[in-house]
């Protein structure tokens, strides 16, 4: 499955492209000259996620902001406030949020209503960003061609949790995230990629 219009900028950070429409989650070091944003998707508050220096080289005038409530109230203009579970359009997009957090461990509570989005392009094709999260009995009702599954351990699965989750809700393909940068390595994606039964593919940032 054809996944050039999905860029991985590292961490969780990704630019995605719909038609001339240019859609960025969690983005977090860009470079300077990174082409503006018409949609930005937020997962949660932490700064590798929330980067509001980021944000600002690539936000313009009708920038729309996707963000949980405790982000939302610190973006000016645009700024749609979401809760878990969750319909939501913008344009062509539709937006679907899914819970996202730690079970067992304290980083990423479930009561802070932080979230993953499963996104809808033009072309129906949809994209599936977990954010921060272990494998959540939600997950395994998700759909979606393209997970971007965090794989780093620590703070969210590793990579055989990962590979667990895709094998239980089988999306076309799986990119892994949140490794190589503050937590995991490469040897987490290479683990997803041998236990996950679909198609893995393992990005290098574009920075």
């Known amino acids: 499955m054809n996944h050039q219009h999905i860029h991985w900028l590292g961490h969780a950070s990704f630019r995605i ?46 920038t ?15 700024t ?8 939501y359009n913008v344009g062509e997009l539709k937006i679907k949020t899914i819970p996202a957090y730690n079970i067992g461990k304290q980083f990423h509570p479930k009561a802070n ?25 939600e997950m395994r009702s998700v759909v979606t061609d393209f997970a971007l599954l965090p794989c780093g351990g620590t703070y969210t699965m590793n ?8 094998n239980q809700f089988k999306p076309h393909t799986v990119i892994p995230m949140h490794w ?8 987490d994606a290479e683990e997803l990629k041998k236990i996950f039964t679909g198609e893995t593919v393992i990005k290098s940032p574009e920075r």
Do not use: C, M
């Not at 749609?80 to 319909?87: D, Q, Y």
């Open 80 to 87: 749609i406030a979401v809760t878990p579970g969750e319909i």
């Open 180 to 187: 190589g940068d503050i937590v995991g390595s490469v040897k």
């Open 17 to 62: 492209e719909d038609g001339a429409t240019q859609i960025y989650i969690d983005p977090w070091k860009l470079p300077t000259d990174a082409p503006k944003a018409d949609v930005i998707f937020i997962t949660h508050a932490h700064y590798d996620h929330f980067a509001t220096e980021d944000i600002a080289k690539i936000r313009k005038d009708g």
């Open 159 to 166: 990579g055989k949790e990962a590979a667990d989750a895709a």
């Open 113 to 137: 209503n932080w979230v993953g989005y499963v996104i809808a392009l033009s072309t129906e094709q949809k994209i599936y960003h977990a954010g921060d999260t272990d494998f959540t009995p």
């Open 64 to 78: 729309a902001f996707f963000a949980p409530k405790d982000v939302a109230y610190q973006i000016k203009g645009t």
